[in-house]
């Protein structure tokens, strides 16, 4: 059983930046594929970037260019770096992870066992 802690989420300018963090519990965060997906009010849960466990990298379209991914092994934790925010942004952001996945369907939901409880972020125009 893994649980999935996101922090550093909150309120910005459109143009600005933050940092989303999620710490994962266990011994065995290196084998896992991880996920952020976010989820807009009134919308779907959507795929936003994700790093495998052998550390390849994927971002949505929307966010390309303008979010890194990363993660540190040591720490148990993976990362999200948002820069050039806009409004279409805001969301509540979730981590999300698989153990040792390396299919193609990273950026569906349903391949992903473990969640966690989610951060706002707010990109005020």
């Known amino acids: 059983q893994v649980q999935l802690v996101e922090s550093g989420g909150g309120l910005v300018q459109a143009g600005g930046s933050l940092r989303l963090s999620c710490a994962a519990s266990g011994r065995t965060f290196s084998s896992y594929t991880m996920g952020w997906f976010r989820q807009a009010p009134g919308k779907e849960r959507e795929f936003v970037s994700a790093?495998?466990?052998?550390?390849?990298?994927d971002y949505a379209e929307s966010v390309k260019g303008r979010f890194t991914i990363s993660r540190d092994n040591a720490k148990n934790t993976v990362y999200l770096q948002m820069n050039s925010l806009k409004p279409e942004d805001t969301a509540v952001y979730y981590c999300a992870g698989r153990m040792y996945y390396s299919g193609s369907s990273y950026y569906t939901r349903s391949t992903y066992d473990y969640w966690g409880q989610g951060t706002q972020v707010t990109v005020s125009s």
């Open positions: 790093i495998s466990w052998r550390g390849s990298t």
